[in-house]
DNA sequence: CGAAGATGTATTGTATACAAAACGGGGAAG
DNA sequence: CTTCCCCGTTTTGTATACAATACATCTTCG
């Protein structure tokens, strides 16, 4: 059986992306020991290890936040993707196996068909799209890289808005996904690094979008 | 006064850089919580966050040992510091500051004496240093940036070595910097980005050369 | 002689109790 | 009315005890 730990950290982290906690929240360890059924000291470490991934902010007096972004700090955020990412590729592209390629298409061939539908289907998109990059990711095989970008994929902040994306968002990822492949068939470091650089600086243009029209939504409504 | 984990974090890791514990030595929470004059729980939060900054590697089973590094950990920590600090430098030419700039320019007048002396102030040289790219990191002021750097910078394994580095190599580290300083004055980001990434490039080929000088003196003394 | 299994030992995981520090509210002084 | 301080309450930090797990050694059997 897993750690108390680990449950402790996977339940507070899934309340953080579902939303259930919410931006500014504070997490006392008494109320979170009680809500995931363990003492405080597993919920310590928990807590910890989500604050280095920057799901969690501390204050200066110790307590812990559920971290809040910016728009700044998601451009940021992008950004620094952008280039691990890129690097990613590049280093998956030189390290590319049959084996890995195959998956890799198959993968995508997935999302073709979630994207193409009549009604986008949303999650199996980020599903697929979840599984693409986790395999380039593999595939660079850094474990360094592996820790740095794991702090950095999957912001709350940044797939809940992926909800609004624009069927034409969803298309071009998924398109662009195939120039991936073609780079990567090719084992072309350079050209992988420059297509998935503009892959992810693209994405934070559809999300910055999404989020401009959710926050006059908002206005409308207020 | 600090909270004791604080005082453990920073004793371990004091012992870690100063390689009074050596790579591969497992960190017995006991015994280091004997040493540090704590009891376990401090010291167990210490080792978590030194295993976040990968200066502490932990088994399946979870027990702690002072991470190893091969020359190909090396190379890649390097690089993916060349693309992180690339980052950084350019941040930093977009955001200088007269004042950030003077700082700058007296830190590395430091660097100089320390250079040039008849005998090369190696102390001085990585001081100065470490002031010189902390300084450019802060003036690129983003959070997450800092973060993602703090893992990397300070690995015991490149600034012990440093002390084998040539006169040739600490002078070149110093007119790259002068490099550095011309493209912050002009606030030119492209600039300040291809340089710092050559910049750290070349100072893992130093390191990479004083290491291989390194092994074949172990060679000669077996 | 080698390999698989059992057992004692070392090490980590968790719960709990208490100590220390921070926050918030109410009251007194200006 | 505002500001500062005091004190009760809340929250976090640390120590300790015990439970669970992993490791190493020795034994036993093939």
Redesign the pocket.
């Known amino acids: 059986?897993a750690?108390?730990?680990?449950?402790a950290y996977e339940t507070i982290r899934a309340m953080i992306l579902s939303g259930e906690l919410e931006s500014g929240d504070?997490?006392?360890?008494?109320?979170l020991?009680e809500r995931c059924?363990?003492?405080?000291?597993?919920i310590?470490?928990a807590l910890r290890r989500l604050e280095s991934e920057l799901l969690v902010r501390r204050?200066?007096?110790?307590?812990?936040f559920v971290a809040d972004w910016s728009l700044d700090d998601v451009a940021d955020a992008f950004e620094l993707r952008a280039m691990l990412e890129g690097y990613a590729a590049r280093r998956a592209a030189e390290r590319m196996t049959p084996e890995a390629l195959e998956r890799l298409r198959s993968i995508n061939a997935r999302v073709r068909v979630a994207v193409r539908a009549t009604k986008p289907d949303v999650d199996g998109f980020l599903d697929g799209n979840r599984d693409f990059h986790a395999l380039i990711l593999d595939t660079a095989s850094s474990r360094r890289l592996s820790g740095l970008l794991g702090a950095l994929i999957e912001q709350p902040v940044v797939w809940r808005t992926a909800q609004h994306y624009g069927r034409e968002a969803f298309q071009r990822s998924h398109s662009e996904h195939e120039d991936l492949l073609a780079a990567f068939a090719r084992r072309d470091g350079d050209w992988a690094e420059s297509v998935m650089r503009g892959h992810i600086r693209r994405a934070f243009h559809a999300y910055s979008d999404a989020h401009r029209g959710l926050a006059s939504l908002d206005l409308g409504a207020a």
Chains 1, 2 share one sequence.
């Open positions: 059986m750690k108390a730990s680990d449950r504070q997490l006392g360890e008494e109320a020991a059924g363990v003492s405080r000291t597993p310590r470490e204050t200066d007096s110790q307590r812990s």
